[in-house]
């Protein structure tokens, strides 16, 4: 496809579950970020990809979160034992070349993610 | 740590009128980003201002950059319905400053009433 493909588009998950959401990046981006999105907020940083490389992880709100990217492509976000306060959007976001050149980013839809 | 402001957070403007969302930013930075998010949707890149003095222009819109005075605005002008939205300034790492964030401000929420 042409843009940034997230899966699922909608996640309900019980308290203590294990979730993955998925981000498919546009072929050949280099940069890779996740954002999570609040109602009402602007999107906050999470976690950055330099092709297979994670450069930034500062982000991540606990060791819950662990993102991957193992060949430099498609992006998976896990969240273990999720947490009320995990319930938000979750965006992913590629750009053509690293982080730091003046490149914008193209969004996914974005998961929403609610936890009960 | 790198903060960005928006102000104002929310603003509901009559239809034809003109109005500006201003955007400040906390450290050194040339290079700042306008996104466009409508409501359940995610967010479109509006434009892309990578000088001190930079202006880009598109339809009713105008965004420029003050990277001394660490400020960006976004001008509407003669304002009409579809411009409602959320708008989000963004600012990425300068090279040298160790991280990789593009840091979103807080948005500003437009309606234009007819």
């Known amino acids: 496809g042409a843009g940034v493909s997230q899966s699922p588009r909608y996640k309900v998950a019980k308290r203590g579950q294990d979730v993955a959401l998925r981000c498919d990046p546009i072929?050949?981006?280099?940069?890779l970020f996740w954002y999570q999105q609040a109602l009402g907020q602007g999107p906050e940083f999470l976690t950055y990809?330099?092709?297979?490389?994670?450069?930034?992880k500062s982000g991540l709100p606990s060791d819950r979160f662990f993102a991957e990217r193992p060949e430099g492509s498609v992006s998976t976000l896990k969240i273990q034992r999720t947490q009320q306060e995990d319930s938000a959007v979750y965006l992913c976001?590629?750009?053509?070349?690293?982080?730091?050149?003046?490149?914008?980013?193209?969004f996914g839809s974005g998961t929403q993610l609610s936890v009960l | 740590e790198l903060k960005v402001e928006q102000n104002p957070l929310f603003l509901s403007m009559q239809e034809g009128k003109n109005y500006t969302i201003y955007c400040n930013y906390s450290t050194t930075s040339d290079r700042l980003y306008w996104y466009r998010q409508d409501p359940g949707k995610s967010l479109e890149s509006l434009f892309v201002?990578?000088?001190?003095?930079a202006v880009k222009q598109e339809g009713r819109l105008m965004a420029s950059l003050d990277t001394k005075a660490r400020l960006s605005t976004l001008h509407i002008t003669a304002a009409v319905h579809d411009l409602s939205a959320t708008y989000f300034c963004a600012v990425d790492p300068t090279f040298t400053s160790g991280t990789y964030k593009y840091i979103f401000g807080t948005g500003t929420r437009l309606k234009v009433l007819a």
């Open positions: 072929s050949g981006h280099v940069s």
């Open positions: 976001a590629s750009s053509p070349r690293r982080s730091g050149v003046g490149e914008k980013l193209f």
């Open positions: 201002l990578l000088s001190n003095g």
């Open positions: 990809f330099q092709n297979e490389a994670q450069l930034d």
